[in-house]
């Protein structure tokens, strides 16, 4: 299917009336049903792609962070060579501490980002199979519809 119909598609398709067709209120109201259900699952996918992009921009924020520690770190050993062995042992320890911290927050935001993404493909296929689920049932009353006229025409003959 390569047509995506949107909430307002929905609420906008008109039917042409026949007679004893089906009952305009009750199409109506299955068709706002509808439209809703596609517009939420925008929004929700909208929301989800936002929240992707600021957990990457979260995660380059992160990246330079740890650059700079890794400079920070080149900084602090080159300076520890000239100091005390006291001095070297704590700022090996902070430097120590300072990289789990940022490998933690990294790997947290990785984990977070991954999980969005699943959440995100989950909700793309959740929608594929309303589509085809939506277009199957719509096929199925034009095939009623279909048959009702057929009827009609072979008692009036």
């Known amino acids: 299917m390569n047509e995506v119909i949107s909430a307002l598609d929905v609420i906008n398709k008109n039917?042409?009336?026949s007679l004893r067709g089906y009952d305009p209120v009750e199409v109506d109201d299955f068709l706002d049903l509808v439209a809703e259900s596609l517009h939420y699952y925008a929004e929700?996918?909208?929301e989800q792609e936002r929240k992707i992009n600021q957990l990457e921009k979260q995660l380059e924020d992160y990246r330079n962070?740890?650059?700079?520690?890794q400079e920070a770190?080149?900084?602090?050993?080159?300076s520890a060579d000239e100091k005390v062995e006291a001095a070297k042992r704590e700022a090996e320890a902070i430097v120590a501490e300072a990289r789990a911290k940022a490998e933690r927050i990294l790997e947290?935001?990785?984990q977070s980002?991954?999980?969005y993404k699943i959440e995100i493909e989950r909700l793309k296929k959740l929608k594929v199979s309303f589509i085809a689920e939506f277009k199957s049932?719509?096929?199925?009353?034009a095939q009623m519809i279909?048959?009702?006229i057929q009827d009609e025409e072979s008692l009036s003959t």
């Not at 962070?65 to 520690?69: E, Q, Y």
């Not at 770190?73 to 080159?78: C, E, I, K, T």
């Open 137 to 141: 049932t719509l096929n199925k009353y």
């Open 73 to 78: 770190l080149l900084m602090a050993q080159q």
């Open 113 to 115: 980002l991954r999980e």
């Open 108 to 110: 947290e935001a990785s």
């Open 15 to 17: 039917f042409k009336r």
């Open 146 to 148: 279909e048959a009702e």
């Open 65 to 69: 962070l740890r650059d700079s520690l």
């Open 44 to 46: 929700k996918s909208g």
